[in-house]
DNA sequence: GTCACTTTTTGCCATTTGGCAAATGATTTC
DNA sequence: GAAATCATTTGCCAAATGGCAAAAAGTGAC
């Protein structure tokens, strides 16, 4: 599973044999089952967690006590990567398992150690963290101008493996709408 | 001008009477008039701006030929500085000024060298990127499960001064409805 | 297979928002 | 100040979406 991560960090940048086994040495396999937090909101954020397999969504609740979809995660990525170095460390949204999921983490420590120890990885995790945020940001806010059918169909681009492994009530909320209409939206597209 | 941009720098890291020296020799003045585009979509981006004063929109063109307003940055704002040093520095859209705007400008080449005379101009750099792209991301995506109301009154929220100072059609854009409902909207609140 | 439970679909109607065009208001130009 | 232009509001009706509750379909345990 270590190789798995050091595939996906090497897609930014080289590493020689002695920082992989570096990293390999500060890495912890971590399990979640379906329905269990990583973080929680309210919370600060202690690892950095590299998502090997399963789905996780980013979920809040906003002022009416409504639990909101904000984002899904699904394998090869690393998980508000951004959020683990702002000065508030602090998570306003909660990351939830919703399969089953194999996480590689590293304390906050750790991170600091490798990132001490390893030229240009500071460059290699920014570019990760960039690639991730403008991701997150492009498929979010497009969804705004969108009306509900090409928001599902945007969906389903953006997240084609998805659509058959998670509840349909988490992609109403993640679109913004009810789930009696997107019900009634995949009964026209199908 | 070059005095706000250094205040503005200053937030994130401290810089010493040298480095302000080299960063200001660096630096050049750009106006816009109202309506003039500083990037324009499908082009590549070449220089780091930061707006000084005025008001820059960040539209495109969706598939059916709508221009459509994605964000709105007002004065102390380093503009797409994360578009930057991606890979592909092409935009997907434009920034167009909708007031009258004074920049500071530096080329890209410039900005690297500063980057490389400067220790820690780096890490002020990404402090800065990840401020502006959270921002971004969090007043975007929290409008798609709100209805128009509410994101209106979001819009006033985050963009305080900015109500007054532009046309309703951008907002309304910016908003995901139609200029009418807008209308409807303001009519019901005041 | 049956039962209990959860998820998804459907029907009914209310509410919100859109589309279009005309009217009003504001701003600029001469 | 009048004319031209642009921005905003309004009226009318249509279309999209929400709210609620019941029905149907799917899932897992025994």
Redesign the interface.
């Known amino acids: 599973m270590i190789d798995q991560f050091i595939a996906y960090i090497s897609q930014f940048g080289n590493l020689t044999r002695q920082q992989i086994t570096l990293i390999a040495a500060k890495a912890s396999e971590l399990e979640l089952r379906k329905g269990e937090y990583y973080a929680e909101a309210g919370k600060v954020l202690k690892q950095v967690g590299f998502l090997a397999s399963g789905i996780v969504r980013i979920c809040y609740h906003?002022n009416k006590g409504e639990e909101?979809t904000?984002?899904f995660f699904n394998e090869n990525h690393l998980l508000f990567i951004?959020k683990l170095?702002?000065e508030d460390r602090t998570l306003s949204e909660c990351i939830q398992a919703i399969t089953d999921c194999k996480l590689i983490v590293f304390s906050r420590k750790d991170w600091m150690d490798i990132s001490n120890a390893i030229t240009g990885w500071?460059s290699i995790v920014?570019k990760i963290?960039?690639k991730n945020?403008?991701e997150?940001?492009d498929r979010?806010?497009t969804?705004?101008?969108?009306d509900a059918t090409t928001r599902y169909l945007k969906f389903l681009e953006n997240f084609p493996t998805l659509a058959n492994q998670i509840p349909l009530s988490y992609i109403a909320?993640?679109?913004?709408i009810t789930q009696s209409s997107l019900s009634r939206i995949r009964k026209n597209i199908c």
Chains 1, 2 share one sequence.
């Open positions: 906003d909101i904000r984002y951004w170095f702002e500071d920014q963290e960039r945020l403008t997150v940001l979010r806010a969804l705004v101008s969108e909320s993640y679109l913004g």
